[in-house]
């Protein structure tokens, strides 16, 4: 168990509704990081937050946002959702002065969109 | 960032020695390797990281030779409960994201 809780575990949304996913990352962890896997494939990265700001984002529309709150938990935001965004949405905390490649996964949240 | 190229699948029997082999051919002096494992319908889990020769850990084994361009991660007497999807990651340890593959689907029979 890697400490790291996510909500919802399962959604479906229809096409072009908006979704927003949460997670808590461990205890003492400050960096959160957003990833979508696809069946088969590896995870794809999102984005990071840190200090409640992004710090680095991966190629994906800006109809993906997030947020981070002071206690370190982040939300993760799809607009306009479309068929191609189902997938399994996963975060992961780390921290920021530890070794970022050590990092923690939630079990994630599987979208399905119809 | 280095690209990684690593089995799509491999099969094993319980008890057996697993090594799982990943070039990188293009990776850069300041990066690290670094293996994850992710089981069907779950985030993935840190299992190792290295930067030379040999690390050693309460779950696995990392060999790295002299050049780097390769990485071996060796899971010693694998059990049913070791198949899994292994992914190798190269890069660096300041901040930022995490580039997987496709990873290694293994496949433990018993």
């Known amino acids: 168990d890697a400490g790291v809780t996510q909500s919802p575990t399962h959604l479906i949304k229809t096409r072009g509704q908006q979704v927003t996913l949460r997670c808590s990352p461990k205890?003492?962890?400050?960096?959160v990081s957003w990833y979508q896997q696809a069946l088969g494939q590896g995870p794809q990265f999102i984005f990071q937050y840190y200090e409640e700001e992004e710090r680095q984002r991966g190629n994906f529309p800006d109809r993906f946002s997030g947020h981070q709150f002071p206690n370190y938990s982040s939300e993760l935001n799809v607009n306009a959702l479309l068929l191609g965004d189902s997938a399994l949405y996963l975060c992961a905390g780390a921290s920021a002065g530890g070794r970022h490649y050590e990092q923690y996964f939630g079990p994630g949240t599987r979208l399905t969109v119809t | 960032l280095a690209k990684t190229t690593q089995p799509i699948s491999m099969d094993s029997y319980e008890g057996q020695e697993v090594n799982i082999t990943c070039s990188h051919n293009n990776i850069a002096t300041n990066d690290y390797i670094t293996w994850y494992q992710q089981f069907p319908s779950q985030g993935p889990r840190f299992i190792i990281q290295?930067?030379?020769t040999k690390v050693t850990n309460e779950v696995a084994s990392l060999f790295i030779p002299a050049d780097r361009k390769s990485s071996t991660l060796s899971l010693p007497r694998v059990s049913l409960s070791d198949t899994a999807v292994y992914y190798c990651l190269v890069g660096g340890n300041q901040g930022g994201k995490l580039i997987f593959g496709q990873g290694t689907e293994l496949s433990v029979k018993p």
């Open positions: 290295g930067y030379k």
């Open positions: 205890s003492g962890h400050d960096t």
